[in-house]
Structures are given as structure tokens and as C-alpha cells.
Nanobody, 123 residues
């Protein structure tokens, strides 16, 4: 059974930083693109960032560009989301997705989702 386990969320003041991790179990995704999404209360889930299988290509939503960095360590089968200069608008549950299609600077998620990790940014 494939599971994606996110960690690293928490409560942070505006301007602070957090680093999220996503560690799949049950299979390796070292040859697959992966991504991060988020869902704020009463809003639809939205794309945040994606990374290709090698880590050589990344793609970000305009709202986080320049503040967030996605990376991966294929040896550890883990991806990360470094979030700097956090804003109250970044408050959401953050979800990891694995095995999607990364093409033409777009990421189309696959069916593998984590349970989410809550990020709350206070003003």
C-alpha cells in the first residue's frame, strides 16, 4: 500500500519559515514528478509547486514564487518544500502528490495524495 506522509507543518508568525517534507512509503517515486498543493478553509485545493524526477526542473504558483523552494532527495525518496517569508494567506493544509505528469511547466496530479499537514501563519 502506497502512503505519502507529510510533516513539518505548524504555527508560524508572518515572515517566518517552515520546511515541509513528504516521504512516500510502499514504493519509490524517484523516477516520477511530484508536487505540493494546499487547501485553505472554504477554498478549493490549489497548486503550489512541482518538481520533475531529477530535481532539475521546478515550477511554482505565482503566489509563492520567490518565497518557496521545492527540492528532492531521491536517495531518501523524499521531497521538501522550504517556505520563507510566510504570509497569513499561506495558511492552509498542505498536501503532497506523487506520480503526476510534469510537462510544459504544468503539473497534473496523480492519484497518490498524503493526508496533509497544517500550516498556520499568524499576522
Amino acid at each position: 500500500q502506497v502512503q505519502l506522509v507529510e510533516s513539518g507543518g505548524g504555527l508560524m508568525q508572518a515572515g517566518g519559515s517552515l520546511r515541509l517534507s513528504c516521504a512516500p512509503s510502499g514504493r519509490t517515486f524517484s523516477s516520477d514528478a511530484m508536487g505540493w498543493f494546499r487547501q485553505a478553509p472554504r477554498k478549493e485545493r490549489e497548486f503550489v509547486a512541482a518538481i520533475d524526477w531529477s530535481g532539475g526542473s521546478t515550477y511554482y504558483a505565482d503566489s509563492v514564487k520567490g518565497r518557496f523552494t521545492i527540492s528532492r532527495d531521491n536517495a531518501k525518496n523524499t521531497i521538501y518544500l522550504q517556505m520563507n517569508s510566510l504570509k497569513p494567506g499561506d495558511t492552509a493544509v498542505y498536501y503532497c502528490n506523487a506520480g503526476g505528469v510534469y510537462s510544459n511547466n504544468k503539473y497534473y496530479p496523480a492519484g497518490y495524495w498524503g493526508q496533509g499537514t497544517q500550516v498556520t501563519v499568524s499576522s
